[in-house]
């Protein structure tokens, strides 16, 4: 058990890499270094967004999540996906998550602790701000709205190691999207600063317009690649960790 908190404790250090401007790749470690978990207990993963989350765009993966679980078994990773929702195809293990397709921010805020609390999560791949934007929610107010979220969960469960991801495009808000990447690498620097273990993830930086399903939602190929920026982060620091 002890190692499997050394490994989640670890993500601090690829995180700061990242929010610094490191791609993931170029943190220590590959995921085939990964040795098996088999010896403690499983990481605890809770997927936690809106519509991407749960796969809209290609449901037949559960968005990111099949792929994602696919490369973690590759690498000898134990996990266990974690949250009050379950859906998606029974080709993927496991099927728990929670996500909430159309959600904003301010829809979720009162419910986090709770989902959090129950889950016991040691990673958070949180995934939102998409929606908050596309209501007309200024890139500030979204921001400010992550920032409150973070503080939850620092609150709720100070352990718990959170990616904060987002990566639709959003061509009909595309100033409001720029304006908003920013403000979020900020909203994470402020949080590190206080010693949370939180890194904020553009995939923005990898998808393309042909990756896009619906010009919102990745479709199959685009969820891969974001499941590689979760895998990569996750595994390296495991292999850090030893």
Do not use: C
């Amino acid at each position: 058990m002890a190692t499997a908190f050394a490994a989640v404790l670890a993500v601090a250090a690829v995180a700061g890499a990242v929010v610094a401007g490191m791609a993931p790749s170029a943190v220590s470690g590959h995921a085939t270094e990964v040795a098996s978990s088999s010896s403690s207990r499983p990481l605890r993963i809770m997927p936690l967004g809106t519509s991407s989350t749960v796969g809209g765009g290609s449901p037949r993966t559960a968005g990111f999540r099949g792929p994602l679980e696919a490369l973690l078994t590759r690498d000898g990773i134990a996990f266990d996906m974690v949250g009050s929702q379950h859906s998606g195809p029974p080709s993927v293990p496991d099927l728990d998550h929670e996500g909430h397709g159309g959600w904003t921010m301010t829809r979720m805020q009162p419910l986090v602790a709770g989902w959090v609390s129950a889950a016991r999560p040691d990673v958070i791949l949180l995934q939102v701000g998409t929606n908050d934007l596309l209501s007309g929610v200024s890139a500030a107010a979204t921001a400010q709205r992550l920032d409150t979220m973070l503080a939850t969960f620092r609150s709720v469960s100070p352990a718990s190691v959170v990616v904060a991801g987002v990566w639709a495009p959003l061509p009909t808000r595309a100033a409001a999207r720029a304006a908003y990447t920013p403000l979020a690498t900020d909203v994470v620097r402020r949080h590190r600063a206080r010693g949370e273990a939180v890194t904020f993830m553009d995939a923005a930086t990898v998808l393309r317009t042909g990756d896009l399903f619906d010009g919102l939602h990745p479709d199959a190929a685009g969820y891969r690649k974001i499941a590689a920026l979760w895998e990569r982060q996750i595994s390296s620091t495991r292999t850090a960790a030893r």
